[in-house]
């Protein structure tokens, strides 16, 4: 099992690197010179190290939140996140337009977290019965952010650019431009060190408490986690939705909840899920690419969409 | 304490005088030559496109039974834009212009209703009984055509996405007083047979099961109002362009005002009510943000926020 998901991991890997305008010539690459060396170099192998680790955080930010949420249609594009996060940089624009991209990012971090700690004290406070409701005011709560970051960008004049560089596309990705996004990697790391504590946090904080576990202080920790991974994706690449909330939830129906076990194939997941998408979207128009945030948005969207019909019955 | 009900209505009929006359004349310098004739026009569109959002609305969430759903919500405007996307990419504007506003209009109300069995035959059966279920599915759908809409954007020339651009967005300039005529007539008969069938409105909002042992043949009155929903929207969305949570907002307010359900007069009032908000947000725009916003970014930021706040409030109550 784990063994057919390495190998197409894998595969996706090479096509991934050897897809693209310029063809491959192995001579040059092999002489460690020239021109496909540099193509290697400066675009396909940052390309697919941004790919892998997009991939991997925004499929482990979904499952740290609906272990925190205790939902399983949770993921930071239905909690108000994702919005909150490309608020945070408009303001950051316009407020020092010559700021650098770490301090840009520290802005969606600040507006990612406030924004989910918000959802999550409404949440909380409702106390909900029903499992769809949540996703549904966290959408709501999401386009009523977008509806104030529009406001905002219209009157500054930035919406149409705004539109352009928040929709997730991987062809900006080149040497120098994706770096930001390395911070993913210890992010995931903490995750699964931490994996046990958010199996139990999945358990609600009753269980939770009784276990030995500090509840507020685990979910912060998770919420931190979160919005450091979605910060660093909207700078660098842009929004891409619904990834971590399919992948969880299609390993979750295979192989469980134990976070020390899942976590690895959920990340493994995500990484194939958007390769996948991102080799579609160089083919369908080839030599032009279509931007991830589209056929990530349409194949998880529609994933999205059975798994609540499937629900229904 | 409640207004009484002819008090709401004269209160409503007054604000929305004193609404359109200062759409009207406010800043005109009284040019009878160019800025009223103008400002007429775009009155007489806020009037269409208002009666068309709130009979769809209000008659959409008789037939679904619950007072959450909208046809926007459900997906609505986003197969409309979908489609307006496909016409360019398909035929070019060259092609959309040999096929005229009418042949247009008349393949979108088509597609519409197909629509609108499909999501009947498919989903409203299934999930009759749970509101929220449909609520998410509407909005992922929505998220998902947008998505495919995007995608038919990438392909289709600058020239044709100018085009494009122009009708996806909420604006009362876009009518010419020619397809104004048309759009007012198609209204005109679509409220006719609303009106003549008010009754049975009232009935079906007691329940399918209720309206049949009633001796109302649901099957067909459903096809009706889900074609007069068809229409209406089509014809709001190439009017005004996409409403989203515009709807909700309106027929929600009405339920408010109104302390029974009798349609003769929470249609009515629907209308009102949204034209008034149409007018409103209008004149912010032209005199308050000085164009420095939108229609539609006004009216989905209150909207939006009426909503979550209606479904936070609400809970599992609906």
């Given at each position: 099992?784990?063994?057919?998901?390495?190998?197409?991991?894998?595969?996706?890997?090479?096509?991934?690197?050897?897809?693209?305008?310029?063809?491959?010539?192995?001579?040059?690459?092999?002489?460690?010179?020239?021109?496909?060396?540099?193509?290697?170099?400066?675009?396909?192998?940052?390309?697919?190290?941004?790919?892998?680790?997009?991939?991997?955080?925004?499929?482990?930010?979904?499952?740290?939140?609906?272990?925190?949420?205790?939902?399983?249609?949770?993921?930071?594009?239905?909690?108000?996140?994702?919005?909150?996060?490309?608020?945070?940089?408009?303001?950051?624009?316009?407020?020092?337009?010559?700021?650098?991209?770490?301090?840009?990012?520290?802005?969606?971090?600040?507006?990612?977290?406030?924004?989910?700690?918000?959802?999550?004290?409404?949440?909380?406070?409702?106390?909900?019965?029903?499992?769809?409701?949540?996703?549904?005011?966290?959408?709501?709560?999401?386009?009523?952010?977008?509806?104030?970051?529009?406001?905002?960008?219209?009157?500054?004049?930035?919406?149409?650019?705004?539109?352009?560089?928040?929709?997730?596309?991987?062809?900006?990705?080149?040497?120098?431009?994706?770096?930001?996004?390395?911070?993913?990697?210890?992010?995931?790391?903490?995750?699964?060190?931490?994996?046990?504590?958010?199996?139990?946090?999945?358990?609600?904080?009753?269980?939770?408490?009784?276990?030995?576990?500090?509840?507020?202080?685990?979910?912060?920790?998770?919420?931190?986690?979160?919005?450091?991974?979605?910060?660093?994706?909207?700078?660098?690449?842009?929004?891409?939705?619904?990834?971590?909330?399919?992948?969880?939830?299609?390993?979750?129906?295979?192989?469980?909840?134990?976070?020390?076990?899942?976590?690895?194939?959920?990340?493994?997941?995500?990484?194939?899920?958007?390769?996948?998408?991102?080799?579609?979207?160089?083919?369908?128009?080839?030599?032009?690419?279509?931007?991830?945030?589209?056929?990530?948005?349409?194949?998880?969207?529609?994933?999205?969409?059975?798994?609540?019909?499937?629900?229904?019955? | 304490?409640?207004?009484?009900?002819?008090?709401?209505?004269?209160?409503?009929?007054?604000?929305?005088?004193?609404?359109?006359?200062?759409?009207?004349?406010?800043?005109?310098?009284?040019?009878?030559?160019y800025v009223i004739p103008k400002r007429l026009v775009r009155l007489a569109s806020i009037v269409i496109g208002g009666i068309c959002v709130a009979v769809s609305a209000i008659v959409f969430q008789v037939l679904v039974n619950n007072r959450i759903l909208t046809p926007s919500i459900m997906g609505y405007e986003a197969v409309y834009l979908l489609w307006q996307a496909m016409l360019l990419l398909l035929l070019g504007t060259h092609g959309l212009s040999m096929l005229g506003v009418h042949g247009n209009f008349l393949v979108s109300v088509l597609l519409m209703l197909t629509y609108s069995w499909a999501l009947?035959?498919?989903?409203?059966?299934?999930?009759?009984?749970?509101?929220?279920?449909?609520?998410?599915?509407?909005?992922?759908?929505?998220?998902?055509?947008?998505?495919?809409?995007?995608?038919?954007?990438?392909?289709?020339?600058?020239?044709?996405?100018?085009?494009?651009?122009?009708?996806?967005?909420?604006?009362?300039?876009?009518?010419?007083?020619?397809?104004?005529?048309?759009?007012?007539?198609?209204?005109?008969?679509?409220?006719?047979?609303?009106?003549?069938?008010?009754?049975?409105?009232?009935?079906?909002?007691?329940?399918?099961?209720?309206?049949?042992?009633?001796?109302?043949?649901?099957?067909?009155?459903?096809?009706?109002?889900?074609?007069?929903?068809?229409?209406?929207?089509?014809?709001?969305?190439?009017?005004?362009?996409?409403?989203?949570?515009?709807?909700?907002?309106?027929?929600?307010?009405?339920?408010?005002?109104?302390?029974?359900?009798?349609?003769?007069?929470?249609?009515?009032?629907?209308?009102?009510?949204?034209?008034?908000?149409?007018?409103?947000?209008?004149?912010?725009?032209?005199?308050?943000?000085?164009?420095?916003?939108?229609?539609?970014?006004?009216?989905?930021?209150?909207?939006?926020?009426?909503?979550?706040?209606?479904?936070?409030?609400?809970?599992?109550?609906?």
């Amino acid at each position: 099992m784990r063994k057919r998901w390495l190998l197409v991991f894998a595969v996706l890997c090479v096509v991934s690197v050897l897809l693209g305008a310029r063809q491959m010539v192995w001579s040059d690459v092999l002489s460690f010179s020239g021109d496909a060396w540099l193509t290697l170099t400066a675009s396909r192998l940052p390309r697919l190290a941004a790919l892998v680790l997009t991939g991997a955080g925004l499929s482990v930010c979904g499952v740290i939140l609906q272990h925190i949420v205790r939902n399983k249609f949770v993921e930071p594009g239905t909690t108000g996140g994702l919005d909150a996060a490309k608020l945070g940089i408009l303001v950051a624009l316009t407020v020092m337009p010559a700021a650098g991209t770490l301090s840009r990012m520290l802005f969606a971090l600040v507006f990612c977290l406030m924004a989910s700690l918000l959802f999550i004290a409404v949440i909380r406070r409702i106390q909900f019965r029903n499992l769809v409701l949540v996703p549904v005011v966290g959408l709501m709560y999401g386009s009523v952010l977008t509806s104030i970051a529009e406001f905002y960008a219209y009157s500054h004049n930035i919406l149409q650019s705004m539109q352009g560089w928040l929709l997730g596309d991987f062809s900006r990705v080149v040497q120098g431009h994706y770096e930001i996004l390395y911070i993913i990697f210890p992010v995931v790391m903490l995750a699964y060190l931490y994996a046990h504590r958010f199996t139990v946090l999945g358990m609600g904080e009753d269980i939770a408490t009784s276990l030995g576990l500090g509840y507020a202080a685990t979910a912060i920790i998770g919420l931190v986690l979160v919005a450091l991974t979605i910060s660093a994706t909207v700078i660098a690449v842009g929004a891409i939705p619904f990834v971590g909330l399919v992948v969880p939830q299609l390993v979750a129906m295979r192989c469980g909840e134990n976070l020390r076990r899942t976590l690895p194939l959920v990340a493994l997941g995500g990484a194939s899920l958007l390769l996948a998408c991102d080799i579609a979207g160089r083919l369908v128009m080839y030599p032009f690419e279509v931007p991830i945030g589209l056929t990530a948005g349409a194949v998880g969207g529609v994933m999205f969409l059975v798994l609540i019909v499937r629900g229904l019955r | 304490m409640r207004m009484s009900l002819t008090k709401t209505c004269w209160f409503a009929a007054l604000s929305i005088a004193l609404l359109a006359l200062a759409f009207v004349l406010l800043g005109s310098g009284l040019d009878t030559d160019y800025v009223i004739p103008k400002r007429l026009v775009r009155l007489a569109s806020i009037v269409i496109g208002g009666i068309c959002v709130a009979v769809s609305a209000i008659v959409f969430q008789v037939l679904v039974n619950n007072r959450i759903l909208t046809p926007s919500i459900m997906g609505y405007e986003a197969v409309y834009l979908l489609w307006q996307a496909m016409l360019l990419l398909l035929l070019g504007t060259h092609g959309l212009s040999m096929l005229g506003v009418h042949g247009n209009f008349l393949v979108s109300v088509l597609l519409m209703l197909t629509y609108s069995w499909a999501l009947q035959w498919w989903l409203l059966r299934r999930g009759r009984n749970d509101v929220y279920v449909l609520l998410l599915l509407g909005l992922v759908l929505t998220m998902v055509i947008g998505t495919f809409t995007q995608f038919v954007q990438l392909r289709i020339s600058p020239g044709e996405f100018a085009v494009f651009q122009g009708v996806s967005y909420t604006s009362f300039n876009r009518a010419k007083p020619q397809t104004l005529l048309y759009a007012a007539i198609a209204v005109a008969v679509a409220c006719a047979v609303v009106r003549k069938t008010l009754a049975v409105l009232d009935v079906l909002a007691l329940g399918r099961e209720q309206a049949i042992s009633l001796g109302v043949p649901h099957g067909r009155y459903l096809q009706l109002y889900l074609a007069l929903i068809a229409i209406l929207v089509a014809l709001s969305t190439s009017l005004v362009g996409p409403t989203a949570f515009m709807g909700i907002f309106v027929a929600n307010i009405v339920y408010a005002l109104v302390p029974h359900a009798r349609h003769r007069v929470m249609l009515p009032l629907g209308c009102v009510v949204a034209i008034a908000i149409f007018l409103a947000a209008q004149l912010l725009v032209e005199h308050v943000f000085n164009y420095k916003t939108t229609v539609s970014i006004l009216v989905n930021l209150v909207c939006g926020v009426y909503f979550l706040a209606l479904i936070v409030r609400k809970r599992g109550a609906a």
